[in-house]
């Protein structure tokens, strides 16, 4: 069943800890058996917190980086952060698309993917679009898939719990291809 969003808007610095919290959440939902339990049980919610502090207060210095926020009701219900024209070769760079767990596979996901799509088609039409996905987290690699990314390559990554993992990069060569037909241009925006 969709999900009737209030609003997808841009992020603040004073959303920070619910982004954070919503990161944390979802990472612990989906990389269960992935990451350790005891970083997911006991590290993941404050180190989330420390990583969206941080980089509200690098965007405010010298970081480019956009991140739009979905809400519904009264609580923060799925974000995605963006850095564009991140790499001469891939282009911009979509680092976070996370859903409140509960709430996945009920339109939120697709409706921010395609405002990450409308934003950058403003502020960098002319490169792709990329992202890394971990192998083994099999319903963020379909829901790309189904998104239409290509898989182009992949590398092992390091893991805020210590491990390494490995990581495919999903791609896109334009950000017209993150637009969905998916009834969000009637979506509030701010």
């Excluded at 339990?37 to 690098?58: G, S």
């Excluded at 926020?69 to 609580?75: I, K, N, P, T």
């Excluded at 590398?155 to 791609?171: F, I, Y």
Aim: aromatic share 10%; net charge negative; hydrophobic share 40%.
């Amino acid at each position: 069943m969709p999900f009737n969003l209030s609003i997808i808007r841009e992020a603040t610095a004073a959303d920070a800890p619910a982004i954070a919290y919503l990161h944390a959440e979802s990472w612990r939902s989906a990389y269960r058996g992935i990451l350790t339990d005891y970083y997911l049980d006991n590290r993941a919610h404050e180190e989330r917190l420390a990583v969206w502090q941080e980089r509200f207060a690098a965007a405010d210095a010298k970081q480019l980086m956009y991140v739009m926020v979905a809400e519904g009701g009264d609580s923060l219900v799925g974000f995605v952060c963006l850095f564009p024209e991140q790499d001469q070769t891939w282009g911009s760079f979509l680092d976070n698309l996370h859903v409140m767990p509960g709430l996945t596979g009920r339109g939120i996901g697709r409706q921010l993917l395609s405002e990450a799509g409308r934003y950058l088609m403003t502020r960098a039409p002319h490169c792709g679009v990329c992202l890394w996905v971990i192998e083994q987290n099999y319903g963020a690699r379909r829901f790309y898939e189904r998104a239409g990314a290509s898989i182009v390559g992949s590398r092992s990554n390091q893991m805020p719990d210590g491990q390494s993992v490995v990581a495919d990069r999903c791609q896109w060569c334009s950000p017209d291809l993150l637009l969905a037909n998916d009834g969000a241009a009637g979506l509030q925006t701010t």
